[in-house]
């Protein structure tokens, strides 16, 4: 079975600053997906990015991107130029792309924002 | 609509009642995925259908929960015997089978007294 596991249950970056959650994973599988999803408080999650594992090419949406570390099995998260909208509970997700449809979650990473 | 919608919000009930939990997915999407988030952890998978089959079921705890998705459209979760456990998030997510990405609804707060 597959586990994800975020090490870092919360962190805290200034406004504009840079800041970067972590990720692990573990799989014996080598075609998958791995996103990052934010959920506010209204507690509905949002899908922040997404990376295909046959990509080397680390995905990038504005201000986030990841780095994607195959052999690793990491998968970090960067946050550019924070803004206090990016204040959210951040998880990390694995989706196999064997038939097998069900995101798998990490326990999440609290960020905070200081103004 | 827009997005995905679950209803009702919040729901409070006694230990022992039944409930019902329901979730009207992205219009189009065939794919829908119900997960439970207990207090200060991550989403854990409950059931997935395609179309109106249950694809996989295996995340259902126990026999006390039942999901149905009876045209292959809005789908409702059912939890008999409700026991303080069950106290969670539910969450419903849709996708179009098209590409992998899961759209979430807002969840219901389930609190069982």
């Known amino acids: 079975a597959q586990t994800v596991t975020q090490s870092q249950p919360e962190m805290s970056v200034q406004e504009a600053e840079t800041v970067t959650l972590s990720c692990t994973y573990d799989?014996?599988?080598?075609?998958?997906?791995l996103f990052w999803y934010k959920q506010p408080p209204s507690r509905q999650m949002i899908l922040v990015i997404r990376?295909?594992?046959?990509?080397?090419q680390n995905a990038t949406e504005n201000r986030f991107s990841v780095n994607f570390q195959k052999a690793a099995k990491s998968f970090s998260l960067k946050i550019s130029d924070s803004q206090l909208g990016d204040a959210a509970m951040y998880f990390c997700?694995?989706?196999?792309?064997?038939?097998?449809?069900?995101?798998?979650f990490g326990t999440g990473t609290r960020l905070t924002i200081i103004p | 609509g827009a997005g995905v919608s679950q209803t009702p919000s919040n729901k409070v009930t006694e230990k022992g009642k039944y409930v019902e939990l329901r979730c009207d997915p992205i219009?189009?999407?065939?794919?829908l995925y119900w997960y439970r988030q207990s207090l200060g952890q991550g989403p854990e998978f409950l059931i997935y259908?395609?179309?109106?089959?249950?694809?996989?079921d295996s995340g259902l705890p126990n026999d006390r929960f039942f999901a149905v998705r009876p045209e292959g459209s809005v789908s409702t979760l059912k939890i008999q015997r409700t026991e303080r456990g069950d106290s969670a998030v539910y969450l419903c997510?849709?996708?179009?089978?098209?590409?992998?990405?899961?759209?979430f609804g807002p969840g219901t707060r389930l609190t069982v007294l």
């Open positions: 259908f395609q179309g109106t089959g249950a694809a996989d």
């Open positions: 799989t014996s599988e080598s075609d998958y997906y």
């Open positions: 997510a849709s996708s179009s089978g098209l590409e992998d990405t899961q759209y």
């Open positions: 990376q295909e594992a046959y990509k080397q």
């Open positions: 997700a694995y989706r196999s792309n064997f038939g097998n449809e069900k995101l798998t």
């Open positions: 219009s189009g999407h065939t794919a």
